[in-house]
């Protein structure tokens, strides 16, 4: 059942998620980073994709991800009590599909990609899914990706254009590809070309964005009521992924509460 009134939040069961990295990564100022891969709570990811042709869609039960405890209905993110030992600005997404990891010559083209219907609110909505590139290894050269998809309308053919950052892409860096004129999310990857690095993996991820906040200070942090998370929709298998863009050069230690009501 939805839950659309403060008496149904008040009445649902609830889930505080944890999530916290206990090591760091070496960061560039403003630039969004990947902590997949760190030891913390919950354990160590794997980075790197397992498929260049269909990709897979991760679940909360993938290493890496949080696991929730509702198994049928829909969640709601509520809450987010967070902090960190660096100023930053963290994100937290369902990570819908991951194909890679693909070379800085990758040149994929036709593929059908794994469904995710069922991580998007009714089965059929994709409004703000993104296309993000995750680095697995560092690149040399201004590494770029061109990514085919198929938009939220279900038309094919779409693509992001060759985009890189300007620079050589460190572990972990991450970036956002943008959608074509008028599309608003993406239904399936279809396709992956790199160009112009010399070296390097990386990972395509269709994210759906669920929070965002913002540690002012070192060692600062915040509470966010469902006024402020807008009680974004999640789903029984949803991978709840962070990414975070440190204002200097170490991501320190990010820590976040999430609650999650069942309804």
């Known amino acids: ?143 770029t990706f061109n990514v085919t998809y198929t938009n939220q309308d279900g038309t094919t053919g779409k693509t992001t254009g060759a985009v890189g950052i300007g620079a050589a892409p460190t572990l972990g860096r991450m970036w956002q590809l943008p959608l074509a004129a008028g599309d608003v999310g993406v239904q399936g990857v279809t396709g992956v070309v790199g160009a112009t690095g010399t070296a390097g993996t990386a990972n395509i991820l269709v994210l759906r964005p669920l929070w965002t906040g913002r540690v002012r200070i070192a060692n600062d942090g915040d509470i966010h009521g469902l006024d402020k998370t807008g009680m974004n929709e999640i789903f029984p298998t949803s991978a709840l992924f962070v990414a975070i863009a440190p204002d200097g050069t170490s991501s320190g230690i990010p820590e976040l509460s999430i609650e999650v009501a069942n309804g």
Do not use: H
């Open 1 to 143: 059942m939805a839950i659309t009134t403060l008496d149904q939040y008040i009445g649902a069961s609830k889930q505080s998620v944890q999530y916290v990295k206990t090591a760091s990564r070496t960061t560039i100022a403003a630039a969004w980073f990947s902590l997949f891969e760190l030891a913390g709570s919950p354990g160590a990811g794997t980075l790197a994709g397992t498929s260049t042709t269909t990709g897979v869609v991760p679940t909360d039960t993938t290493a890496g991800f949080p696991l929730l405890n509702f198994t049928t209905g829909s969640g709601y993110i509520s809450s987010v009590d967070f902090s960190g030992s660096v100023a930053a600005r963290i994100r937290v997404y369902d990570c819908l599909w991951k194909g890679g990891a693909y070379a800085f010559n990758a040149s994929t083209t036709g593929q059908t990609p794994t469904s995710y219907s069922t991580r998007v609110p009714g089965g059929t909505d994709y409004t703000g899914t993104q296309i993000w590139v995750e680095t697995v290894t560092a690149f040399t050269g201004n590494q």
